[in-house]
């Protein structure tokens, strides 16, 4: 499968330093504006599956709201148990002021 920028909402529809879900080719996405880049992961925690977009944003992490174990934004790594598989990330690029995520 060729992948394609998908337009998914404004750059300002994304809070500053706050999460937002969208969906990319029917996968649930979490945006994250960290000083005003955005960032893209998917929005499943891999340990037991809450939203992250329900999370809290720290230094660059996402706080996963059920357990509280911790990804790196960036990369999607791991960091805290209990989450010991890394999130996918995807590509994001601003154009316009819209926000096209890559999949
Ligand atoms: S569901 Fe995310 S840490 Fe358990």
């Given at each position: 499968?060729?992948?394609?920028?998908?337009?998914?909402?404004?750059?300002?529809?994304?809070?500053?330093?706050?999460?937002?879900?969208?969906?990319?080719?029917?996968?649930?996405?979490?945006?994250?504006?960290?000083?005003?880049?955005?960032?893209?992961?998917?929005?499943?925690c891999t340990h037991a599956s809450a939203?992250?977009?329900?999370?809290?944003?720290?230094?660059?992490?996402?706080?996963c709201?059920i357990h509280?174990?911790?990804?790196?934004?960036?990369?999607?790594?791991?960091?805290?148990?209990p989450?010991?598989?890394?999130?996918?990330?995807?590509?994001?690029?601003?154009?316009?002021?819209?926000?096209?995520?890559?999949?």
């Open positions: 499968m060729t992948s394609e920028w998908i337009d998914t909402c404004a750059h300002g529809d994304v809070p500053e330093d706050g999460t937002l879900l969208v969906r990319v080719k029917g996968e649930q996405v979490c945006l994250y504006n960290l000083d005003g880049e955005v960032f893209a992961t998917h929005d499943r939203s992250l977009a329900d999370g809290f944003i720290t230094d660059g992490k996402i706080e709201p509280s174990g911790l990804f790196d934004i960036r990369t999607g790594r791991a960091l805290t148990a989450c010991t598989v890394d999130l996918k990330v995807y590509p994001v690029r601003v154009d316009g002021g819209r926000v096209l995520v890559q999949a």
